[in-house]
């Protein structure tokens, strides 16, 4: 796949690390990072810097070469956050489909001990105990943007706030969109 460029910065990569955009048929805007919608995209990496310049500049209209796309700052980062949001739940359901999840303090201790390339993640809300005990046992681990309500709703179970994932091409992909999800966040 060939290198994309960012129209903001002009930094170069895999398409991976940015999201990309096309005017909808309507004029309005619209953020994908599957790069599945078809028309002339533009593409933006995932920093608050570079948003903040595209929506202030006429640089997604040059590279669209479009005039009058409205683009709102506020929209346009809501609607990135909410397709990685997406994209991680989609690979939480994904590693539960393949097997290579675990949940709960008993199953995760035990993946922590036997797998070599697997992660452990945790919810947003995770008590400080479960937390402390976790740091205990690894000393690697990641904080999903996801209170543990939502990581049940997602797996459609209980609420849970440990979980492990045995795969290391899908941890690295929840791992990228992590840090993305850090790079836009206030704060
Ligand atoms: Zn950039």
Redesign the pocket.
Known sequence: MPDRT?I??R?KGNANIFFRMVISPTGDVVCEIRRILPGRGAH??F?MN?ITKLVSSNRLEIALKRRNSRIHSDELLQNVRMLLRRNLEGMLIASKRKGVLSIGKEAVSKKIKLSKFGRPFVSKDISTKSLVNLKRMSEEFYILPFTMNELGECLSRKPFGLLFIDDVLLVDSICLRLMQERGISNG
């Open positions: 960012c903001v910065c930094k933006c990496c920093d570079c």
